[in-house]
């Protein structure tokens, strides 16, 4: 798995922009386009398949290109630049359609959108590279964690806004730039690492790769990962990458470990304010069982 995100880091420390980038992720067969002679890409989900399943949908030669779908009629598929017949007596038709402007599915935010609010939460965007989760997850921490204060909490977190919304291969290294810079926020306050190193909601804890040992090695052995990944978040905001001017409009610095203010807890015997104790294991030991199931494990899969 380490070596793994070492390949995955590797390209963004030669290319000079995201789509060179893009281009050498192709080449390491990271990524796939179902034609690859034809131009750059302007759409990316971050949709998985794997190799028998792209050479089996390369097979197919009957490829119309005329836009999106605008109608379907009885016997006519409108698009927008042109319409295709067909019988319903023997056509199948999937729809797979999705918004490219992010309008449709809610997932649009503006420019001066904010996740916490006196009194409020507004859950949506990802701090985390598509994973709705730990995004969650961090956002929970932060509440049970920090005084209530919006502007602080909202110094911590950092995800795409306005235009970089938009599912582009830049918005996929926006993501990673934006996660790299909530990581750093909250290493501003030591504790939270201990959360974030044993939340099973994290892709990259080392529960789920074998262990503390291997997790250090990964970050800080031969492959270097975690130098590597700060350096990719100084690349951007040095402008690295030819075609990133904003930082993926995540330009603002990381907040100062004097301004987080940590929540204060009522003692239960003497209604005094004492400090929470944030060392306490995460997430909590609980006895073990002589009988049980595991009800749900993560499974890594890796070419």
């Not at 880091?9 to 050498?24: C, H, I, M, R």
């Not at 794997?50 to 050479?55: P, Q, R, S, T, V």
């Not at 501003?188 to 190193?197: G, Q, R």
Request: charged residues 25%.
């Amino acid at each position: 798995y380490w070596q793994d995100v070492g390949r995955f880091l590797a390209p963004l420390e030669k290319a000079s922009s995201v789509e060179e980038a893009f281009l050498l992720y192709e080449k390491d067969d990271v990524v796939a386009r179902l034609d690859p002679s034809r131009p750059y890409p302007e759409v990316f989900k971050g949709a998985t398949i794997d190799k028998g399943e792209l050479a089996g949908l390369r097979t197919i030669t009957n490829v119309v290109r005329m836009g999106r779908v605008a109608s379907i009629t009885s016997d006519t598929i409108v698009l927008d630049e042109g319409s295709i017949e067909y019988t319903p007596t023997d056509t199948l038709i999937v729809d797979c359609m999705a918004d490219f402007d992010m309008t449709f599915y809610g997932y649009d935010f503006d420019e001066d959108f904010k996740i916490f609010e006196s009194g409020r939460i507004n859950l949506g965007p990802l701090i985390t590279v598509f994973n709705p989760s730990f995004s969650s997850a961090i956002i929970a921490y932060i509440e049970a964690t920090f005084e209530d204060d919006s502007d602080m909490r909202n110094s911590m977190l950092y995800f795409l806004r306005g235009e970089h919304t938009k599912p582009t291969p830049s918005a996929f290294f926006g993501m990673f730039y934006a996660q790299g810079k909530t990581i750093q926020a909250l290493g501003k306050h030591s504790p939270a690492m201990n959360f974030v190193l044993k939340s099973r909601t994290n892709n990259d804890t080392p529960i789920h790769h074998g262990g503390m040992l291997p997790f250090l090695w990964g970050m800080f052995g031969p492959l270097q990962i975690a130098k590597r990944g700060d350096a990719f978040v100084k690349k951007v905001e040095n402008g690295g990458f030819s075609d990133v001017k904003d930082c993926f409009g995540n330009g603002c610095p990381i907040p100062e470990a004097s301004t987080l203010k940590v929540k204060k807890k009522k003692s239960k015997k003497n209604n005094q304010a004492v400090h929470v104790d944030l060392h306490v294991p995460y997430p909590p030991n609980t006895p073990k069982k002589k009988i049980g199931f595991s009800c749900c494990s993560s499974v890594a899969v890796v070419q």
